[in-house]
């Protein structure tokens, strides 16, 4: 199999490596208004969440495929997947951080990040 080089989203940011693989993967399947909440200081019971939207159902599904595949490649199982079925928010549970991909008008409806406004938030540029 064919390695190839994926470009950091933020190299400056010193996220742990794993989250860093996640946040990278869902922007190689063009992930909308990506943000890592950092919750170390917050005493919440994981250190971060990754949060990001995908335009359709479809999109849910190949931004969570590509991130499951490449923690996989990097020898790290998640503990639970749960809402891939339905694909309008799609939860990975990593235990030292938590992925959320949300279609756009689910990630409205529940307003995730408003729940951790104390948190730390390290945002990404929409991909090209």
Request: aromatic letters at 10%; hydrophobic letters at 35%; charged letters at 30%.
């Amino acid at each position: 199999m064919a390695e190839t080089k994926r470009k950091q989203a933020s190299p400056e940011r010193d996220l742990p490596r794993s989250v860093q693989l996640a946040v990278d993967a869902a922007l190689d399947k063009k992930a909308n208004q990506l943000v890592v909440l950092d919750l170390k200081t917050s005493g919440a019971f994981t250190d971060y969440f990754v949060v990001c939207s995908g335009q359709t159902g479809r999109q849910v599904k190949a931004i969570v495929d590509e991130i499951l595949k490449e923690l996989r490649e990097s020898g790290r199982k998640p503990s639970h997947v749960e809402g891939y079925d339905h694909a309008q928010w799609v939860l990975v549970d990593c235990f030292d951080f938590i992925i959320h991909v949300f279609t756009q008008e689910t990630r409205r409806f529940y307003n995730l990040e408003s729940l951790w406004g104390s948190a730390r938030r390290l945002e990404y540029k929409e991909p090209c």
